[in-house]
């Protein structure tokens, strides 16, 4: 069975560091894209980052590109996303998900496994 379990969220004050991670199993790792998302209540699920099946090609939203790094261990199965400098507005629910057709759109509906989540808190 396809399991994808996040780890690593933790309540930070601003401009603090962490790094999330997300190991896979029950899937081929290496040929799936795989991403990671945030939920605020309320709100609609909200793009991150993406990395591609070798790593070579990584797309950030615009808020976040110069402060995170989402990166990939195919021989260890897991995906993470280093955040630096954090801000209040970074606080939600992270998600990982994985696609196994690498097509060029940031829809969470294009992704076809899903994490259970982990939460990141951003105090000021």
């Known amino acids: 069975q396809v399991q994808l379990v996040e780890s690593g969220g933790e309540l930070v004050q601003a401009g603090g560091s962490l790094r999330l991670s997300c190991a896979a199993s029950?899937?081929?790792?290496?040929?799936?894209?795989m991403a990671w998302f945030r939920q605020v209540p309320g709100k609609e699920r909200e793009f991150v980052a993406a990395i591609s099946r070798a790593g070579g090609t990584t797309d950030y939203l615009d808020s976040v590109k110069d402060r995170f790094i989402i990166s990939r261990d195919n021989a260890k199965n897991t995906v993470y996303l280093q955040m630096n400098n954090l801000k209040p507005e970074d606080t939600a629910l992270y998600y990982c998900?994985?696609?196994?057709?690498?097509?060029?759109?940031?829809?969470?509906?294009?992704?076809?496994?899903w994490g259970q989540g982990t939460q990141v808190t951003v105090t000021s």
């Open positions: 998900a994985g696609r196994l057709t690498a097509i060029t759109s940031r829809r969470s509906a294009t992704y076809s496994y």
């Open positions: 029950g899937l081929t790792f290496s040929a799936y894209v």
